[in-house]
């Protein structure tokens, strides 16, 4: 059972709601500007200040755009693309090709042929965003890369990419409480937003900002964020859970990459049987 379960549709709408939100539990008042959603000047969080991550969730973020960038290209070259024969690349098309857009390519977008109207399958991709205090930043790049590379891949053989992020704690003290955060990043029909994916996939400022600032005004979380848990995806989902530090898949750019690849790989007919699927029996 979920005690609070917050839906978003985007990255910004999650921002503003963060943004508004009282504090309900006064023990947060103490310590919101030095160890809050609200503090100043730390890497853990992603950004300098809640209102730099804010200004990069609603007006874009070419920081996190350059972050991912080599990555990304490393990601795409570990990545194998079956391209359907009918795209090419020019100066318009229906949706961009991430690697050459970030690369700032004047044919960067992707037309195809008579047959873009046509129905396509549609692959649900639930990401668990949700963290260890330990994990580095570089392993969040290396993952959202991946991500990033392998739904430019799917999207380019033909099949439709919606992306869906889940945050999900569990009170650390006392009666056990559970506090549960959705965006929808990307629905199956929308173009790869480059600047709005970077931020989301690789700035923790996602979650120990704007999730974080959610929780803080929840009654039943006392000076803690509680501990990140997985979820259960819904039939038709294929699941990504929560990074732990033990994971050597997301070291290097290959590695996220290979990984996520040869995971989605096979996933892809529980989706299409309409079964949940998830990455626990294929941990490295």
């Known amino acids: 059972m979920t005690d609070i379960l917050l839906t978003f549709d985007g990255?910004?709408?999650?921002?503003?709601?963060?943004?508004?939100?009282?504090?309900?539990?006064?023990?947060?008042?103490?310590?919101?500007?030095?160890?809050?959603?609200?503090?100043?000047?730390?890497?853990?969080?992603?950004?300098?200040?809640?209102?730099?991550?804010?200004?990069?969730?609603?007006?874009?973020?070419?920081?996190?755009?350059a972050t991912i960038a080599t990555t990304l290209e490393a990601a795409q070259v570990a990545t194998v693309t079956v391209a359907a024969p009918t795209l090419m690349y020019d100066v318009a098309g229906y949706r961009p090709h991430v690697?050459?857009?970030?690369?700032?390519?004047?044919?960067?977008?992707?037309?195809?042929?008579?047959?873009?109207?046509?129905?396509?399958?549609?692959?649900?991709?639930?990401?668990?965003?949700?963290?260890?205090?330990?994990?580095?930043?570089?392993?969040?790049?290396?993952?959202?890369?991946?991500?990033?590379?392998?739904?430019?891949?799917?999207?380019?053989?033909g099949t439709r990419v919606e992306i869906e992020a889940v945050m999900r704690a569990i009170s650390s003290s006392g009666e056990k409480h559970s506090h549960e955060t959705r965006i929808m990043l990307k629905q199956a029909s929308d173009p790869m937003d480059i600047d709005a994916l970077a931020f989301a996939l690789v700035n923790p400022a996602v979650h120990r900002?704007?999730?974080?600032?959610?929780?803080?005004?929840?009654?039943?979380?006392?000076?803690?964020?509680?501990?990140?848990?997985?979820?259960?995806?819904?039939?038709?989902?294929?699941?990504?859970?929560?990074?732990?530090?033990?994971e050597g898949q997301w070291e290097t750019p290959t590695r996220a990459a290979q990984y996520v690849q040869g995971f989605l790989e096979s996933a892809s007919q529980f989706a299409i049987d309409g079964l949940a699927h998830d990455a626990h029996n294929v941990r490295a």
């Open 99 to 157: 690697a050459r857009a970030i690369a700032g390519e004047p044919c960067c977008m992707i037309r195809r042929g008579a047959d873009h109207n046509i129905t396509r399958p549609v692959f649900r991709l639930l990401v668990n965003f949700g963290a260890s205090n330990d994990i580095t930043g570089q392993r969040r790049v290396n993952r959202g890369a991946a991500i990033a590379a392998a739904v430019d891949a799917i999207e380019a053989a």
């Open 11 to 65: 990255i910004a709408a999650l921002a503003q709601a963060a943004k508004d939100r009282p504090v309900i539990n006064a023990a947060w008042n103490g310590m919101i500007d030095s160890a809050g959603s609200r503090c100043a000047g730390s890497a853990w969080h992603g950004t300098d200040s809640f209102d730099n991550a804010f200004d990069r969730a609603t007006q874009g973020s070419p920081e996190d755009r």
């Open 209 to 246: 900002r704007f999730v974080f600032s959610l929780r803080e005004g929840a009654s039943f979380f006392w000076e803690s964020y509680g501990s990140p848990q997985d979820v259960i995806p819904e039939s038709g989902q294929v699941y990504l859970p929560l990074m732990t530090a033990h």
